[in-house]
């Protein structure tokens, strides 16, 4: 498994970082970094066919998670969340097919689960020791599920 992300991006002036660097902010500006990718050679390299074989967990797609190495990857089961069709809801606004993501199904019952457990993977792999977040509940909850996991 190895990651595709090619590097990190500066949300403002453009400027790129290497990802394998714990960083949090663009050290240019201090604002929100973004992860590019090199999409055209995931094409190349990974089929759809492989990705069905694999278990149903959102490191299914692990070519598009920061992670390189899978040893460093701290999980509980999290994604393979179901899709739910609301049938009275789609006849309310007017829509034929309305589907809802359950992610209450993942394991600290919260979407939260997945950005964690992709954030203190990636962590591990760069070295840190310990993590901190602001958080009012269910981000917190996931941390400290996932932290305890690391």
């Keep these: 498994m190895t990651s595709y ?3 990190l991006e500066c949300s403002v002036c453009g400027k790129s970082y290497p990802h394998k660097q714990l960083i ?15 999409l055209a050679k ?23 998670l920061p992670v390189d190495d ?5 999980s509980l089961g999290e994604g393979g969340t179901p899709l739910v069709k ?4 789609a006849k309310k606004l007017g829509m034929t097919n309305l589907y809802i993501k359950d992610e209450g199904l993942n394991p600290t ?21 310990g ?12 941390a400290a599920a996932y932290g305890a996991r690391a």
């Design 131 to 142: 993590f901190t977040m602001p958080s009012a509940g269910n981000a917190a909850g996931a």
């Design 86 to 89: 609301s049938v009275n809801l």
């Design 24 to 38: 949090g902010v663009s050290p240019c500006c201090e604002k929100v970094l973004f992860v590019r990718y090199d």
């Design 109 to 129: 019952g919260t979407f939260k689960a997945r950005g964690i457990s992709a954030a203190i993977s990636k962590a591990m792999e760069l070295g840190a020791k």
């Design 70 to 74: 899978p040893g460093n990857i701290v």
């Design 42 to 64: 995931l094409g190349r390299e990974v089929d759809r066919d492989s990705l069905v074989s694999r278990p149903d967990t959102m490191w299914r797609y692990a070519e598009l």
């Design 5 to 7: 992300i090619s590097h």
